[in-house]
């Protein structure tokens, strides 16, 4: 069903090691949205490479070497995409459900204390370094770091492979505009008040064949 899994574990030791000359670099992390900050807790931040089909350059050339990579198994990446997410020791993500069984996300353990865990729909697991954890985070899921030290993995979602072509199709089109309307890219027209649409177009047309309105 992931035929890219089996390339990216064997190639694992290369973003591990990539990512190792990076963990000192706080800026890096602390470019994280606040409000996924809010979401996810206090001692989770990220580092993102791609969201909503948009690769982060400025990220992507601190992972060169991640980046093609990612290229060349030809994920389909969708929603988040892909970061690097750090746990910090004696913190975790409280249970909570992303609402999106049309995409599947994938943990590859890099850096993972091995009290560390994730569950989901009450099932409980542990990240091994240089393996792949695949979930559907439309089922309730929570993650815990009991440690002393900080877990990190990167984070993949990918479109769900039971989706139809128009499926995929269709809800690449909504996240593709999502994107552009949050970039600035999609013009935003302020709606007119009451008066304003009725006094021309089809409202004001509207409003002189119903009394404007009035009950």
Same mark, same amino acid.
């Given at each position: 069903m992931?035929?890219?899994?089996? /390339? ?5 030791? +290369?973003?591990?090691?990539? %990512? ?14 606040v409000?996924q ?7 989770w931040?990220? &580092? ?13 050339? *601190?992972?060169p ?9 030809g &994920?389909?990446?969708?929603v988040r ?8 020791? @004696?913190? =975790?993500?409280?249970?909570h459900?992303?609402g999106r069984n049309f &995409? ?8 993972v204390?091995?009290?560390?865990w994730m569950e989901?729909? @009450?099932? !409980?697991?542990?990240?091994?370094e240089?393996?792949l954890l695949? #979930?559907?985070?439309?089922f ?10 900080? !877990?990190?993995? $990167? +984070?993949i979602d990918?479109?769900?492979? @039971? $989706?139809?072509?128009?499926? !995929?199709?269709?809800l /690449? %089109?909504?996240?593709d505009l ?6 600035? #890219?999609?013009? %935003? !027209? ?6 304003e649409?009725?006094?021309?177009g089809?409202g =004001?047309?509207w409003?002189? +064949?119903?009394?404007?309105? *009035?009950?």
């Amino acid at each position: 069903m992931f035929p890219w899994a089996k /390339e990216l574990e064997e190639n694992a030791h +290369i973003i591990q090691k990539e %990512f190792e000359t990076k963990l000192k670099d706080e800026k890096l992390f602390n470019a994280d949205s606040v409000w996924q900050n809010q979401v996810m807790g206090t001692g989770w931040s990220a &580092i993102r490479l791609q969201r909503l089909g948009v690769w982060n350059m400025d990220n992507c050339k *601190e992972f060169p070497k991640t980046y093609e990579l990612l290229r060349k198994l030809g &994920i389909p990446l969708a929603v988040r995409g892909v970061c690097f997410a750090r746990q910090a020791p @004696g913190s =975790g993500v409280q249970s909570h459900s992303d609402g999106r069984n049309f &995409i599947l996300t994938s943990h590859l353990g890099l850096k993972v204390p091995p009290e560390c865990w994730m569950e989901v729909g @009450g099932e !409980r697991r542990h990240w091994e370094e240089g393996k792949l954890l695949t #979930l559907d985070t439309s089922f309730t899921h929570s993650t815990g770091n009991p440690s002393t030290e900080e !877990r990190h993995v $990167l +984070i993949i979602d990918f479109w769900h492979p @039971g $989706l139809t072509e128009a499926e !995929r199709a269709g809800l /690449e %089109f909504v996240y593709d505009l999502r994107n552009k309307f949050e970039s600035g #890219l999609v013009p %935003f !027209r302020k709606p007119k008040s009451l008066q304003e649409q009725q006094s021309g177009g089809l409202g =004001g047309w509207w409003a002189s +064949i119903t009394g404007g309105g *009035e009950s």
